[in-house]
T-cell receptor
Framework: AQKVTQAQTEISVVEKEDVTLDCVYETRDTTYYLFWYKQPPSGELVFLIRRNSFDEQNEISGRYSWNFQKSTSSFNFTITASQVVDSAVYFCALTGDEGIQGAQKLVFGQGTRLTINP | DGGITQSPKYLFRKEGQNVTLSCEQNLNHDAMYWYRQDPGQGLRLIYYSQIVNDFQKGDIAEGYSVSREKKESFPLTVTSAQKNPTAFYLC??????????FGPGTRLTVL
């Protein structure tokens, strides 16, 4: 069975600090995909990144960066120089190669509530 | 603008009633999904559909039903058999293994 664990339930930092959100996953599939989504107070999930299991290169997008390590089954997310607008709930998610064409069954972690204080 | 719309935003239901949540997308995506989110928890998959006239149960399908008569539409009915329906419901769509795009959600409260 697939599982995603986000051990940090809540994180609170002061603006401009760097913050890392942890994500650990479990899967028996050799091909799988990892995602990060942001859920602002409005409730709608916003896609941040998708990574497949064969691509372990780290990704950087502005102040956001992701560290994918298959050896530790982790896909951590770092926000550099955090801003108040980064306050949200962040979800890590996983889908495997279940042989289903055209659809994916995402398994979500519990989410980490990030609060950036001015 | 392309996107996913869900209606209503807030829905109140009396115990014993069935209610239907609407989800429409104009992204031309083949796959559509329904998730349930409870406070402080992640999303759990209720139903998903790969193509028109086909849908599959997710992890928590009991007490729910869906239909997929049109590519653009994937309504979810919360039946009276659902023991604890109060939750936030999110609809999503995708193409293949691309990322899922989510709607704004419907907050259902049982009175």
């Amino acid at each position: 069975a697939q599982k995603v664990t986000q051990a940090q339930t809540e994180i609170s930092v002061v603006e401009k600090e760097d913050v890392t959100l942890d994500c650990v996953y479990e899967t028996r599939d050799t091909t799988y995909y990892l995602f990060w989504y942001k859920q602002p107070p409005s409730g709608e999930l916003v896609f941040l990144i998708r990574r497949n299991s064969f691509d372990e290169q780290n990704e950087i997008s502005g102040r956001y960066s992701w560290n994918f390590q298959k050896s530790t089954s982790s896909f951590n997310f770092t926000i550099t120089a955090s801003q108040v607008v980064d306050s949200a709930v962040y979800f890590c998610a996983l889908t495997g190669d279940e042989g289903i064409q055209g659809a994916q069954k995402l398994v979500f972690g519990q989410g980490t509530r990030l609060t950036i204080n001015p | 603008d392309g996107g996913i719309t869900q209606s209503p935003k807030y829905l109140f239901r009396k115990e014993g009633q069935n209610v239907t949540l609407s989800c429409e997308q104009n992204l031309n995506h083949d796959a559509m999904y329904w998730y349930r989110q409870d406070p402080g928890q992640g999303l759990r998959l209720i139903y998903y559909s790969q193509i028109v006239n086909d849908f599959q149960k997710g992890d928590i399908a009991e007490g729910y039903s869906v239909s997929r008569e049109k590519k653009e539409s994937f309504p979810l009915t919360v039946t009276s058999a659902q023991k604890n329906p109060t939750a936030f419901y999110l609809c999503a769509s995708s193409t293949g293994y691309g990322e899922q795009f989510f709607g704004p959600g419907t907050r259902l409260t049982v009175l």
